[in-house]
């Protein structure tokens, strides 16, 4: 196909072109208001407790995982130590780590589902005084 000298006239369009860092922002931002907060429940795997006190743990189903971020403030107020394969259900917000481009969960609040979740209201009946129980008490109301 012959170039006519109109099209050669024409200047490039100009690119708009994206940091890793900014790619980063951009995807953190639509995430965080595009999904707002979510309960998700789910099996909990891969925990760890490093020295600053927040928790990283995965949850995952059948078919997929989703990595979590529990910062120390919240974590203070579950209940129960996570084990692996204890089902769970957190409410939590989506969000991107931009140094990894990895997006995450993070949780403020996790509790027990299933058997776990039947247990808790008759352990918190034993020790109102618990601020774990208090919390529940909260947000089962």
């Not at 006239?9 to 595009?34: H, I, K, Q």
């Not at 974590?75 to 130590?81: A, H, I, K, R």
């Amino acid at each position: 196909m012959p170039v006519n000298s109109e099209d050669r006239a024409r200047p490039a369009p100009a690119r708009d072109v994206y940091s890793v860092t900014r790619v980063n922002r951009e995807v953190r931002a639509l995430l965080e208001r595009g999904l707002g907060v979510l309960w998700v429940e789910g099996e909990l795997s891969n925990f760890s407790q490093p020295s600053s006190g927040h928790w990283y743990f995965s949850l995952k189903d059948r078919d997929a995982q989703l990595r979590c971020a529990m910062f120390r403030m919240q974590n203070s107020m579950v209940g129960f130590t996570p084990r692996a394969g204890t089902q769970v259900l957190v409410r939590g917000r989506i969000s991107v780590y931009e140094a990894r481009g990895e997006y995450q969960l993070i949780v403020e609040h996790l509790e027990e589902a299933g058997i776990g979740a039947l247990r808790r209201p008759r352990v918190c009946l034993r020790s109102s005084a618990n601020a774990a129980c208090r919390a529940f008490r909260s947000v089962s109301a």
